[in-house]
Nanobody, 126 residues
Framework: QVQLVESGGGLVQAGGSLRVSCAAS????????MGWFRQAPGKEREFLGA????????YLAAFVKGRFTISKDNAKSTVYLQMNSLKPEDTAVYYC???????????????????WGQGTQVTVSS
């Protein structure tokens, strides 16, 4: 059983930066990786990236490479999404999620994840 809580969302101007956090509790290491997704109104939830608990290997969607990075703090059971050079089109609700045995699954597929946080709103003004 895993509980995930996102925080750090808010309003930021275009070109600015923001870091959102996801605090995990429960049996976090029974889940092999943590993913970040976002969903804008009228759009499908889209994969941003993921990080493995063991080793800290990261995977990023091509369209966010160079602007977004993912990191973690095992001692705090927390993962982070650092977002730089934000654009208005980045406005969305940002979610973290937990997945087990990721090497046999599709990290970019919503249905593969076992647990989800409640999401945090990020709004980028032009």
């Amino acid at each position: 059983q895993v509980q995930l809580v996102e925080s750090g969302g808010g309003l930021v101007q275009a070109g600015g930066s923001l870091r959102v956090s996801c605090a995990a509790s429960g049996s976090t290491f029974s889940n092999d990786a943590m993913g970040w997704f976002r969903q804008a109104p009228g759009k499908e939830r889209e994969f941003l990236g993921a990080i493995t608990w063991s080793g800290g290997i990261t995977y990023l969607a091509a369209f966010v490479k160079g602007r977004f990075t993912i990191s973690k703090d095992n001692a705090k059971s927390t993962v982070y999404l650092q977002m730089n050079s934000l654009k208005p089109e980045d406005t969305a609700v940002y979610y973290c999620a937990a997945i087990s045995d990721y090497q046999t699954k599709h990290l970019n597929e919503v249905d593969e994840y076992d647990y989800w946080g409640q999401g945090t709103q990020v709004t980028v003004s032009s």
